[in-house]
């Protein structure tokens, strides 16, 4: 099984400010038609899970632009520009190479 | 507007069943992999299993803690798809969410207790 590995677990931040968080997997992402699919969710209190951003990098409908991502083989990073309130959530990052697994999840605090 | 709609969720005793559903609309349903993925009280996302189309072969793989006890099922022609989850322990606890891994139902809550 591929495990998702997320550092920090806990991030404070100040608004206004970067963050960063970074998920290491246990082996590469790569799939057999050239598509890595390493994505980040993004979960507010009493939320389902929301998707950020697909494929390493690209932002899914209506994702404020502060919201990156980057990576390639096994390791991978979520970065918001600029912080706002309404970031405050914990942070996946999920993996849909082979079936799909999740990492511990990164809560983001002001 | 992509919607997800899971029920079925209910209190349970150890060792019984449960079924669970999920009506999609604003997807092209038969086209889509479904997928359940879980979340026990104040802990995080499990995936718990997945449904291909029936154009990809329809195969349906589960991860260990549950295989051979859930089933997962779909009726395109309904939009609809299931959870058929027997022989259920306290560590099946949770909000269910049905989804495609990019879109997300609200979730339903199975709570396994005597």
């Known amino acids: 099984d591929i495990v998702l590995t997320q550092t920090p677990l806990s991030l404070p931040v100040t608004l206004g400010q970067p963050a960063s968080i970074s998920c290491r997997s246990s082996?590469?992402?790569?799939?057999?038609?050239?598509?890595?699919?390493l994505s980040w969710l993004q979960q507010r209190p009493g939320q389902p899970p929301r998707l950020l951003i697909y494929k390493i990098s690209h932002r899914f409908s209506g994702v404020p632009d502060r919201f990156s991502g980057s990576g390639a083989g096994t390791d991978f990073t979520l970065k918001i520009s600029r912080v706002e309130a309404e970031d405050v959530a914990v942070y996946y990052c999920?993996?849909?190479?082979?079936?799909?697994?999740f990492g511990q999840g990164t809560r983001v605090e002001i | 507007e992509v919607q997800l709609v899971e029920s079925g969720g209910g209190l349970v005793k150890p060792g019984g069943s449960l079924r669970l559903s999920c009506v999609a609309s604003?997807?092209?349903?038969?086209?889509?992999?479904m997928n359940w993925v879980r979340q026990a009280p104040g802990k995080g996302l499990e995936w718990v299993g997945r449904i291909q189309t029936e154009s990809d072969g329809g195969t349906r793989d589960y991860a260990a803690p549950v295989k051979g006890r859930f089933t997962i099922s779909r009726e395109d022609s309904k939009n609809m798809l299931y959870l058929q989850m027997d022989s259920l322990e306290t560590e099946d606890t949770g909000v269910y969410y049905c989804?495609?891994?990019?879109?997300w139902g609200q979730g339903t809550l199975v709570t396994v207790s005597s």
């Open positions: 082996q590469g992402l790569v799939y057999s038609d050239g598509d890595t699919y």
């Open positions: 999920m993996q849909a190479t082979q079936f799909a697994t």
């Open positions: 989804s495609t891994l990019t879109r």
């Open positions: 604003g997807i092209s349903f038969s086209n889509a992999w």
